[in-house]
């Protein structure tokens, strides 16, 4: 079945630590994000990609970096330079032409980072 | 900047009886805008949207709503069941090209047996 792929569900991580955080898709999408969601808050968006080997910062961009060698695969890195990295991460995509799709994004289970 | 508002964090209702999530947003030019449902541990779901172009949009058992003119969407879900307790989020698609989603906060829905 198509769909997205996050991996690990669960991550625990030391203060200090970068971690990478998987997302594979094989819904032949173009565009992929990553969001950030905090208990009581909506997802905020870190970073997204709208084509291979390009990405644009989102909102809360600080800490975090990502790659798009692959148009299935956008990882998403948590360095030690992010200040409070316990969170949800959820990644999506969606097609990317706007004027023959309807906008919706298809998320992923989600990864659950707890830094210790 | 953008933003996406929900009106209230959790709303309780009893099962069977119909509910109405609200939302708001703030740019006008939004033209896309979707509801998703997120259960406890797990990614949201599409439930349904609808295009700026539109006053309401009818699926299975709900329902949205959009009024352009205060800039105001709404859910509606008939017969509420057990099932259907989540987090419901809005969200608007920015009037660029990017197809970045502006997500409200969430609202708990909470169903009483």
């Known amino acids: 079945d198509g769909g997205i792929t996050q991996s690990p569900k669960y991550l625990f991580r030391k203060e200090g630590q970068n971690v990478t955080l998987s997302c594979e898709q094989n819904l032949n999408h173009d565009a992929m994000y990553w969001y950030r969601q905090d208990p009581g808050q909506g997802l905020r968006l870190i970073y997204y990609?709208?084509?291979?080997?390009?990405?644009q910062k989102g909102d809360i961009a600080e800490g975090y970096s990502v790659s798009r060698e692959k148009k299935e695969s956008f990882p998403l890195t948590v360095t030690s330079a992010q200040k409070n990295p316990t969170a949800f991460y959820l990644c999506?995509?969606?097609?990317?032409?706007?004027?023959?799709?309807?906008?919706?994004?298809?998320f992923g289970e989600g990864s659950r980072l707890t830094v210790l | 900047g953008e933003s996406v508002g929900l009106h209230l964090p959790t709303l309780s209702v009893q099962e069977g009886d119909n509910s109405i999530i609200n939302c708001a947003y703030s740019?006008?030019?939004?033209?896309?805008f979707i509801w998703y449902k997120q259960e406890s541990g797990k990614g949201p779901q599409f439930i349904i949207d609808i295009r700026s172009n539109m006053d309401k949009r009818q699926g299975q058992r709900v329902t949205v709503l959009l009024n352009k003119t205060v800039k105001h969407l709404s859910l509606q879900i008939a017969a509420t069941q057990p099932g259907d307790s989540a987090v419901y989020f809005c969200?608007?698609?920015?009037?660029?090209?990017?197809?970045?989603?502006?997500f409200g906060q969430g609202t708990t829905l909470q169903v009483k047996p």
């Open positions: 999506a995509s969606s097609p990317r032409d706007r004027g023959t799709n309807t906008g919706e994004l298809f």
């Open positions: 740019n006008s030019a939004s033209d896309y």
């Open positions: 969200a608007s698609r920015d009037a660029g090209n990017t197809g970045k989603l502006i």
């Open positions: 990609s709208q084509i291979v080997n390009d990405f």
